[in-house]
T-cell receptor, first 115, second 114 residues
């Protein structure tokens, strides 16, 4: 149980392109979903927290107009990287959990490469 | 904001028990302690979660002393496939200001040697 599916697993695109990443909880309803970014050999950095039906809460330093998050249902959240540039290249990982203080369950990540 | 400190790396031979300790001196009353395993180019995988004393599941044990300022993940009889980065995550206490206090530390890179 507790499976989180993230799609696509890898994206390579030109600078200026917008990229959408989907995160789905397959066998549970997630009241909260999280988006992380991880650079090579570094730890996970929380970008934003999203609760179903409400606006996402962004961490300090994360541009909300660049990283658009939508959490339209209890099983789906999307992250759109708008007008992506090479510095946005990273490993993006989502997670979902049922409720406060329950473990997060992570997707397998999306490797984003901007040329 | 509870920050965690773990050893950067550990080596162990196959078949041995491995204990990884995480320090979290500023843990809040409502905070749980959760451990994750991450392989390269994959998302973290949940291992175990606890609040106090000892928790055991089919893959690991988690020991938490009474003051809760540290925790120890115990992996019995490790194998080569346990080579990974292990993170302890403390928090999830809603800050009240619209964000969650979720901070991953640097993790511990465990290398299992044949």
């Amino acid at each position: 149980g507790a499976v989180v599916s993230q799609h696509p697993s890898r994206v390579i695109c030109k600078s200026g392109t917008s990229v959408k990443i989907e995160c789905r909880s397959l066998d549970f309803q997630a009241t909260t979903m999280f988006w992380y970014r991880q650079f090579p050999k570094q730890s996970l950095m929380l970008m934003a927290t999203s609760n179903e039906g409400s606006k996402a809460t962004y961490e300090q330093g994360v541009e909300k107009d660049k990283f658009l998050i939508n959490h339209a249902s209890l099983t789906l959240s999307t992250l759109t990287v708008t007008s992506a540039h090479p510095e946005d290249s990273s490993f993006y990982i989502c997670s979902a959990r049922v409720q406060f203080n329950q473990p997060q369950h992570f997707g397998d990540g999306t490797r984003l490469s901007i040329l | 904001l509870a920050k965690t400190t773990q050893p950067i790396s550990m080596d162990s031979y196959e078949g041995q028990e491995v204990n990884i300790t995480c320090s979290h001196n500023n843990i809040a009353t409502n905070d749980y302690i959760t451990w994750y395993q991450q392989f390269p180019s994959q998302g973290p995988r949940f291992i175990i979660q606890g609040y106090k004393t000892k928790v055991t599941n089919e893959v690991a044990s988690l020991f938490i002393p009474a003051d809760r300022k540290s925790s120890t993940l115990s992996l019995p009889r490790v194998s080569l496939s346990d080579t990974a980065v292990y993170y302890c995550l403390v928090g999830d206490s809603y800050s009240g200001a619209g964000s969650y206090q979720l901070t991953f530390g640097k993790g511990t890179k465990l290398s299992v040697i044949p």
